[in-house]
T-cell receptor, first 115, second 110 residues
Framework: GAVVSQHPSRVICKSGTSVKIECRSL??????MFWYRQFPKKSLMLMAT?????????EQGVEKDKFLINHASLTLSTLTVTSAHPEDSSFYIC???????????FGPGTRLLVL | QKEVEQNSGPLSVPEGAIASLNCTYS??????FFWYRQYSGKSPELIMF????GDKEDGRFTAQLNKASQYVSLLIRDSQPSDSATYLC??????????FGDGTTLTVKP
C-alpha cells in the first residue's frame, strides 16, 4: 500500500518553456502533499506544502509564481515550472501523507533538464 | 548551524559488520524522527521512524533517540552490500514538515 507515482519520470525542455509534473497517490487519499527539489549530492529541500482544495504554502525563497502548485483532488497534485531556465534543472520529488500520519510516502521523482 | 546535521561520509564497513549512522538536530521542539534510504538516482524510501526516547528495532535496523542530547542514530546489523546507499535523517516539528539532513553515504564492502 501507500504508493505514490510521478509523471513524467524524466523531461528535457528548452529554456523558457513550462513543464508540468504530476504526483498521484494510487491507493490512498493524500490530505497533504509535499514538493521537494534535490540537487546532486545534496539533500531534499522542501519547496512547498500542498493541501487539497487550498493554496500551497511555499518555503522561504521559493517563487510561487514560478513554481505553480495545484492540489485539485485528494489523489493528485501538480507542480508546474514556468519559464524554466537551466538553473531549474534538478530532481523534483513529491511525497504524500494521509490523515494524521506523519509518515511521508515518496514518489519516484522527476528529473528535469532545461537546455 | 544546520537544523539537521549528519556526517556526509563516506562510511565504509565490511559485509556483516554493524554500520552506525548519526544525526543531530537543533530544534528542541522536534517531535518525530525518520530514517530514509536513498539509492543513487532514486527517491527516498522510509526505513523507520521513532517518536520516543530509547531504542526501536525493526529487523536488522535499530533507531535510537535521545531528545535530551538532540541525537538520533540508526544501527544496521549484519550489513549487506545492498545496504550501500545514502541514509537521510529527517526531523519533524509540530508543524509536521520534515527537515532533512544532507545524508550519510554508506558503502558495504563484500
Amino acid at each position: 500500500g501507500a504508493v505514490v507515482s510521478q509523471h513524467p519520470s524524466r523531461v528535457i525542455c528548452k529554456s523558457g518553456t513550462s513543464v508540468k509534473i504530476e504526483c498521484r497517490s494510487l491507493d490512498f487519499q493524500a490530505t497533504t502533499m509535499f514538493w521537494y527539489r534535490q540537487f546532486p549530492k545534496k539533500s531534499l529541500m522542501l519547496m512547498a506544502t500542498s493541501n487539497e482544495g487550498s493554496k500551497a504554502t511555499y518555503e522561504q525563497g521559493v517563487e510561487k509564481d514560478k513554481f505553480l502548485i495545484n492540489h485539485a483532488s485528494l489523489t493528485l497534485s501538480t507542480l508546474t515550472v514556468t519559464s524554466a531556465h537551466p538553473e531549474d534543472s534538478s530532481f523534483y520529488i513529491c511525497s504524500a501523507i494521509t490523515g494524521t500520519s506523519e509518515t511521508q510516502y515518496f514518489g519516484p521523482g522527476t528529473r528535469l533538464l532545461v537546455l | 548551524q544546520k537544523e539537521v546535521e549528519q556526517n556526509s561520509g563516506p562510511l565504509s564497513v565490511p559485509e556483516g559488520a554493524i554500520a552506525s549512522l548519526n544525526c543531530t538536530y537543533s530544534d528542541r521542539g522536534s517531535q518525530s524522527f525518520f530514517w530514509y534510504r536513498q539509492y543513487s538516482g532514486k527517491s527516498p524510501e522510509l526505513i523507520m521512524f521513532i517518536y520516543s526516547n530509547g531504542d526501536k528495532e525493526d529487523g536488522r535496523f535499530t533507531a535510537q533517540l535521545n531528545k535530551a542530547s538532540q541525537y538520533v542514530s540508526l544501527l544496521i546489523r549484519d550489513s549487506q552490500p545492498s545496504d550501500s546507499a545514502t541514509y537521510l535523517c529527517a526531523v519533524n516539528t509540530n508543524a509536521g514538515k520534515s527537515t532533512f539532513g544532507d545524508g550519510t553515504t554508506l558503502t558495504v564492502k563484500p
